[in-house]
Nanobody, 119 residues
Framework: QVTLVETGGGLVQAGGSLRLSCAVS????????LGWFRQRPEKERESVGF????????EYEDSAKGRFTISRDSANHMVYLQMTNLKPGDTAVYYC????????????WGRGTQVTVSS
């Protein structure tokens, strides 16, 4: 079992920055992949990107490339989503998720944190 708790959401003006945090706890997750997802109003949940806990390799969706950065703090069991140059279209509930690196199914989810970008 892996527990994920997101924090750091809030209201920010367009062009601003925000860093979301995800506290990871539970069973050994060295072989896990930690991902960030978001669900914009009236849209389906979509991937933002992910990071391999082991090795730190990252991948991003096109919408996140160049503006969002995912990182991890292995010692403190934290994953971060640094967002810059935010746009109103980034308004969404952001979720942290985890899956085994040997699986494609995201088995564990946090409750999400709201990010609102005003114009």
């Amino acid at each position: 079992q892996v527990t994920l708790v997101e924090t750091g959401g809030g209201l920010v003006q367009a062009g601003g920055s925000l860093r979301l945090s995800c506290a990871v706890s539970g069973r050994a997750f060295n072989s896990y992949v930690l991902g960030w997802f978001r669900q914009r109003p009236e849209k389906e949940r979509e991937s933002v990107g992910f990071i391999n806990w082991r090795g730190g390799r990252t991948e991003y969706e096109d919408s996140a490339k160049g503006r969002f950065t995912i990182s991890r703090d292995s010692a403190n069991h934290m994953v971060y989503l640094q967002m810059t140059n935010l746009k109103p279209g980034d308004t969404a509930v952001y979720y942290c998720a985890a899956r085994s690196e040997y699986s494609s199914a995201w088995d564990y989810w946090g409750r999400g944190t709201q990010v609102t970008v005003s114009s």
